[in-house]
């Protein structure tokens, strides 16, 4: 994409990226994508903030050569160290050794550790100003949103904040950069969930701090390092990512997500028992097949959520295995405060009970029911597992 003048001399100059198939190298962004947006103030004194990811860099440097000689930039801000955001800076520094690299002290001493980059750079303070003629940057610290080292940069004279990964989203842009002119504003508000689960739930104190930190400053654009940017409505993605942080410490919405795995489809056959049960009861639900679906795209539903049921089978004497997967990275991702139910078959011994009881003792979830049945379930099992989903349904939609 070309750049885009957001105000005048500053322009979007992010990279779009619809190649990669897993962000992190663990979540699945194939079919959504992701933009890197890079920012250049074009004043006295040139900067970019935040940079990209190293692949299409020809296409990064075409963008600036539309605004500036790149022989004149001034300054990079390296807000954040990840690679998705630093990982051109070695190939711009080849083309621009004159530049200053402003960042945290940590940051100073993880352009070492990362790049070998000693010459150059510049440590500023939480709260340090710079002015580059017409517009004045403010160094905002906002540790562990998403890395020890990242901060958040203001423009005052716009009253823009560029946020880094705070604020951000999956989906690369779709030719409109702003909230204002996107005809896809579910797809990005559905996005930056997911985005925010996988990527930055764990940080949520952090991020509730950062918005805190934040609270007085008179933001008209939020632009982010992922994902649209929000000119018309920048109040929105700040309430939307306040109250997903606030999810860290509460059960969630009235809701149930059904995660069930099957071999044979005895399980699944009482999977669909129990969700007649839940639906009956007029309870939101989302059901996923754990053994076909990224737990990237169950993680939205497990952390705004406040029931969930397992349905898997007994595997080699434990818990089917793709099921105790997706319980791990529940506890990865620290998903707290919930009400869990579970069912499921097994042949001869049995042993899924206790290895899922040992798996959700870290997460610290409230067991409130479990059966399990031999084979294929009964008529009278069946109907045994209607009432079990009736009743987690009735406690979820009354729990407090
Ligand atoms: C590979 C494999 C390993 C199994 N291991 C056990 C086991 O250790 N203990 C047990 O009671 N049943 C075990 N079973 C039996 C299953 O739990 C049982 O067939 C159950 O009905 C499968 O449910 P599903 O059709 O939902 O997959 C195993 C089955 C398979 C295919
Ligand atoms: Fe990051
Ligand atoms: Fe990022």
């Known amino acids: 994409m070309p750049p885009v003048e957001i ?12 190649t990669t198939d897993l962000f992190e190298g663990l979540w699945p962004i194939t079919q959504e994508g992701v933009s890197y947006n890079a920012y250049l103030i074009n004043d ?6 935040d940079l990209a990811k190293a692949l299409k860099t020809d296409e990064f440097f075409d963008q600036l050569d539309h605004v500036i000689d790149i022989s004149q930039l001034d300054y990079v801000i390296v807000n954040h160290m990840e690679p998705d955001h630093s990982g051109i800076l070695r190939t711009l520094l080849r083309i621009a050794p004159q530049v200053t690299i402003l960042g945290t002290e940590k ?5 070492d550790s990362f790049y070998g980059i000693r010459e ?3 440590v500023v303070q939480d709260g340090e100003t710079l002015s580059l003629g017409q517009h004045e940057l403010t160094f905002v610290y906002t540790p562990f949103v998403h890395w020890p080292e990242t901060m958040m940069t203001y423009e005052s004279s716009e009253q823009i904040l560029f946020s880094c990964d705070a ?12 909230d204002d002119d996107c005809t896809s504003q579910a797809f990005y ?3 930056a969930l997911r985005y925010y689960v996988n990527i930055v739930s764990v940080f949520s104190k952090p991020v509730l701090k950062a918005i805190e930190k934040l609270a007085d400053v008179p933001v008209s654009i939020i632009a982010p390092s992922h994902g649209l940017i929000w000119r018309k409505s920048p109040e929105r993605i700040i309430e939307l990512y306040k109250k997903w942080a606030e999810y860290a410490n509460e059960p969630g919405e009235i809701g149930i997500t059904m995660l069930y795995g099957s071999m044979y489809g005895n399980t699944e056959k009482m999977m669909n028992a129990v969700a007649h049960g839940i639906s009956q009861e007029g309870v939101p639900l989302d059901i996923f097949d754990v053994t076909h679906t990224h737990v990237s795209y169950m993680m939205p539903a497990l952390w705004t959520q406040r029931g969930i049921v397992v349905g898997a089978p007994t595997y080699e004497g434990s818990l089917f295995p793709p099921m105790a997967e997706v319980l791990n990275m529940a506890k990865y991702k620290r998903i707290r405060n919930k009400s ?8 001869w011994s049995g042993g899924a009970q206790r290895h899922f009881e040992n798996l959700i003792e870290p ?3 409230n067991l409130t029911d479990s059966f399990e049945f031999v084979g294929s379930p009964s008529d009278a099992e069946l109907e045994q597992g209607e009432k079990f989903g009736a009743e987690f349904a009735r406690l979820i939609k009354e729990s407090p």
Not at 44 to 49: D, H
């Open 120 to 122: 150059g750079v510049r």
């Open 7 to 18: 105000k005048p001399n500053i322009h979007w100059i992010g990279v779009n990226d619809r």
């Open 363 to 365: 997460l610290q979830w």
């Open 340 to 347: 869990v139910a579970r069912f499921g078959s097994y042949g």
């Open 44 to 49: 006295e004194k040139k900067a970019i903030v």
């Open 107 to 111: 940051t100073r001493d993880m352009l």
């Open 167 to 178: 604020f951000g989203s999956y989906g690369a842009l779709r030719g409109a950069i702003f």
């Open 189 to 191: 508000t559905q996005q």
